[in-house]
């Protein structure tokens, strides 16, 4: 598993093209192994302004696919 980043209970950001308008942002990530695996596939970055989870695929071979890329 590769985790980058951690919960945060309150980040303020301000809205682009709109300084007179402030956003709080609160989030956490959460990962597991499940009941079929031994190891943790799993991937996610939490450092605002960037969120992205990517779903390890345990029953496939490194370097294919699941589904044909689109």
Do not use: C, Y
Request: proline residues 10%.
């Amino acid at each position: 598993m590769t985790q980058i980043g951690r919960s945060n209970s309150g980040h303020t950001v301000t809205v682009p093209r709109r300084p007179d308008i402030q956003v709080t942002l609160s989030w956490s990530a959460v990962t597991n192994v499940g009941r079929k695996r031994t190891v943790n596939e799993d991937s996610f970055l939490a450092q605002s302004p960037l969120f992205a989870v990517a779903d390890g695929m345990g029953a496939t071979p490194p370097g294919t696919w699941r589904a044909p890329p689109s």
